[in-house]
Nanobody, 115 residues
Framework: QVQLVESGGGLVQAGGSLRLSCAAS????????MTWYRQAPGKQRELVAV???????DYTDSVKGRFTISRDNAKNTVYLQMNSLKPEDTAVYYC?????????WGQGTQVTVSS
């Protein structure tokens, strides 16, 4: 059973920064593709950033140049560095991964960006 625990959310003014963390256990982390999603009130959950086991990254267009996803396999942790935050980045942020047992989600961490 994979467990994912996000942390690092909070309230920040527009233009500020936050770093989210997602600690994983119960799987061979280094082999897993790790993904950050977010869900704003009244909207569908959307993919934000993804990182492969080899460190290849991709982002949704709205965060390119502002967000950076990274991973530390020794710590079984994936990060999302968020800079130049905008009010439209306000959402609950989730990390997710999958293996043969299925797809797993963390509980989410709230990010609120004030204007």
């Amino acid at each position: 059973q994979v467990q994912l625990v996000e942390s690092g959310g909070g309230l920040v003014q527009a233009g500020g920064s936050l770093r989210l963390s997602c600690a994983a256990s119960g799987s061979i982390f280094s082999r897993n593709v790790m993904t950050w999603y977010r869900q704003a009130p009244g909207k569908q959950r959307e993919l934000v950033a993804v990182i492969t086991s080899g460190g290849i990254t991709d982002y949704t267009d709205s965060v390119k140049g502002r967000f950076t996803i990274s991973r530390d396999n020794a710590k079984n942790t994936v990060y999302l560095q968020m800079n130049s935050l905008k009010p439209e980045d306000t959402a609950v942020y989730y990390c997710t991964t999958s293996d043969r047992g299925g797809r797993y989600w963390g509980q989410g961490t709230q990010v609120t960006v004030s204007s």
